[in-house]
């Protein structure tokens, strides 16, 4: 395996261990109240209750967020637009939409159907499963110019040799506290 595939394949990684960490992180709080119900014998009122709707919803937010960030990151990206707007315009319509009419519903008071107790978890599953599309989407747009900026040399934080105007970046230097300074 070549060093430039060895790399994309720990961006990918790293790609994936953090777009998971963003989900875990969003679903943390629910799987709290779950672990409380389920405590006190109530776990099937989770699924009549909005609390994966509104996971969903979240969710689905930051898969809009991450698709408006592909699409205003580059401008070269033209090309790319009709697409990127059809995955914001999939995540409002199949869960965004859904997740917010559901969570109106059920706090609405009024008795909940049967049938949300198996579409808050398929809106839930298609709400990770759109953020993960974002996520890789959004990256791939943003690597889409800088295909050929790895090099072996690009760890020395050099300009590359077939395009000297693209220099990578080198690593933030931060100042260490060294205890003199006083508040």
């Given at each position: 395996m070549?060093?430039r595939?060895?790399?994309r394949?720990?961006q990918?990684?790293s790609m994936?261990?953090?777009?998971?960490?963003?989900v875990?992180?969003?679903?943390?709080?629910?799987l709290?109240?779950?672990?409380q119900r389920?405590?006190?014998?109530?776990?099937y009122e989770?699924?009549m209750h909005?609390?994966?709707?509104?996971?969903?919803?979240i969710?689905?937010g930051?898969?809009?967020g991450k698709?408006?960030?592909?699409?205003?990151?580059?401008?070269?990206?033209g090309r790319y637009?009709?697409r990127i707007?059809?995955?914001?315009?999939?995540t409002l319509f199949v869960?965004?939409?859904?997740?917010?009419?559901?969570?109106l519903s059920i706090?609405?008071g009024?008795?909940?159907?049967?049938?949300?107790?198996?579409?808050?978890p398929?809106?839930?599953?298609?709400a990770?499963s759109?953020y993960?599309?974002a996520?890789?989407?959004?990256?791939?747009l943003?690597?889409d110019?800088?295909q050929d900026?790895?090099?072996?040399?690009a760890e020395?934080?050099?300009?590359d040799?077939?395009n000297?105007a693209r220099a990578?970046?080198?690593?933030l230097d931060l100042?260490?506290?060294t205890?003199?300074?006083s508040?």
């Amino acid at each position: 395996m070549s060093e430039r595939q060895l790399h994309r394949e720990q961006q990918s990684m790293s790609m994936m261990y953090g777009t998971y960490a963003d989900v875990l992180f969003v679903l943390f709080p629910f799987l709290v109240i779950g672990m409380q119900r389920l405590w006190d014998g109530r776990l099937y009122e989770m699924l009549m209750h909005a609390d994966l709707s509104i996971a969903a919803a979240i969710l689905a937010g930051l898969a809009i967020g991450k698709f408006v960030l592909g699409l205003v990151i580059n401008r070269d990206l033209g090309r790319y637009k009709e697409r990127i707007v059809f995955f914001i315009a999939l995540t409002l319509f199949v869960v965004l939409g859904p997740a917010i009419i559901l969570i109106l519903s059920i706090i609405s008071g009024a008795e909940v159907p049967g049938y949300v107790a198996f579409v808050q978890p398929i809106l839930l599953i298609l709400a990770i499963s759109l953020y993960s599309t974002a996520v890789a989407i959004s990256n791939i747009l943003t690597r889409d110019g800088d295909q050929d900026a790895y090099s072996p040399r690009a760890e020395g934080h050099v300009a590359d040799a077939g395009n000297p105007a693209r220099a990578t970046h080198a690593p933030l230097d931060l100042p260490r506290h060294t205890g003199a300074d006083s508040w």
